[in-house]
């Protein structure tokens, strides 16, 4: 799992933008990318921050940033257009050539698509560029404010996305004007790929079109299916970052390194778990030479990017129950062919529970159900359900259990 680290660097304006560097593990990349978000979005929408996530497992180290005057950066987003979001990307390609790499791969989602497809000539190292829902005319973006509240003043206008309220001004409104990326993209001398969803109602597809038809090869175009403009899914954003990976292999410096972990970092007697900048309840969980993710469920604030806790809690019981099964049927030539282990977890009233102790309030409740496969009898059957009960983790969870908990630091 690659680590996250903030990071701030200038603008050309002078004012300070904030970022996250996605470092894959080990902290060895291969190559650098650049992430620009959608239109009014930020840094830690769920597209912007799980394919980054997804493409630092790929060995390519990603720094995601908000533009002037979104999320944690510096500045008025009235006073931003879309020539300041070019000149954002470049400082940012400056940032990371100036500090680690320059960028070889540029990414933009939505309006970001269309800035990273103009800053492009401007970042010479950049030699692959991927749109994800992209406009064809950076004007485009003008029918959203037809479907939010509008409240003119003397400069432009105050308008409501998404349940939140952006000055549009009329800088902005002209400036977009200027722009037109058909020309821009036939110019380029870069691998292009454009990925557009064929029922995006935000950015229609006949922009995508418009894009492909003007690039010149190498050119590339993906089907998103049935994403959504945003990629909000988590299964469409790891669907793009996978084709991105793979694509951009071919234009830049990736090889997709061996993991491996620093000696220092390894405790075998241990599991550690540090929180992430990624999000509110992101953690990264190291046990051994092993890295995994753990979150919160959207329900609950989340991202859903790693198993919740009482999901690693079912899993250990889980894994253990079957290893148990399967060590035991194994030593008595019983012929289990396969194990499949199913837990839920809720919380009951404790008058509900047949076989607890305490009579009052409300207990954890498991339930585990498992599935025998093979040529087994009834007494065989019979037999393994009962060494279920005999994995080292259900004695843990049934047994007393003490916690000593110490502060190191």
Known sequence: MPRTQ????????????????????????????????????????????????????????????????????????????????????????????????????????????????????????????????????????????????????????????????????????????????????????????????????????ANAQVLFEAARHPKSFISLDNADHLISKKADAAYVAEAIGGWAGRYISLAVPEVVTAAADIEADAVIVEDTPDGKFTQRVRAGRHTLAADETLAVGGEDTGLSPYDFLLAGLGSCTSMTIRMYAD?????????????RHDKIHAEDCERCETESGRVDHIVREITLQGSLSGDQRERLLEIADRCPVHRTLTSEVHIETKLVG
Not at 331 to 343: D, F, H, M, N
Request: proline fraction near 4%; charge should be negative.
């Open 6 to 205: 903030q990071v701030r660097f200038g603008s050309a304006s002078g004012l300070a933008l904030d970022g996250r560097l996605h470092i894959p593990d080990g902290g060895s990349a291969t190559a650098y990318a650049l992430f620009a978000h959608c239109f009014t979005c930020s840094k830690d929408s769920v597209a912007a921050s799980r394919i980054s996530r997804a493409l630092g497992e790929r060995g390519i180290a990603v720094l995601r940033f908000d533009f002037t005057g979104l999320g944690g950066s510096d500045g008025d987003f009235g006073n931003t257009d879309f020539s300041s979001n070019i000149a954002d990307l470049i400082s940012a390609a400056d940032f990371l050539r100036k500090e680690y790499l320059a960028p070889e791969l540029l990414i933009g989602h939505s309006l970001g698509g269309a800035a990273v497809l103009a800053a492009a000539a401007q970042i010479p190292e950049a030699n692959a560029v991927a749109t994800i829902g992209a406009p064809a005319d950076p004007a485009h973006v003008k029918h959203l404010f037809a479907g939010g509240t509008q409240i003119v003043d003397s400069d432009g206008f105050e308008v409501v996305l998404g349940g939140r309220q952006f000055h549009i001004s009329q800088q902005f409104m002209d400036d977009i004007e200027t722009h037109r990326l058909a020309d821009v993209v036939a110019g380029l001398r870069k691998a292009i790929l454009i990925m557009h969803a064929p029922g995006d109602s935000t950015v229609p597809i």
């Open 331 to 343: 030593r008595k030539a019983i012929p289990l062919s396969g194990v499949k282990v199913r837990l």
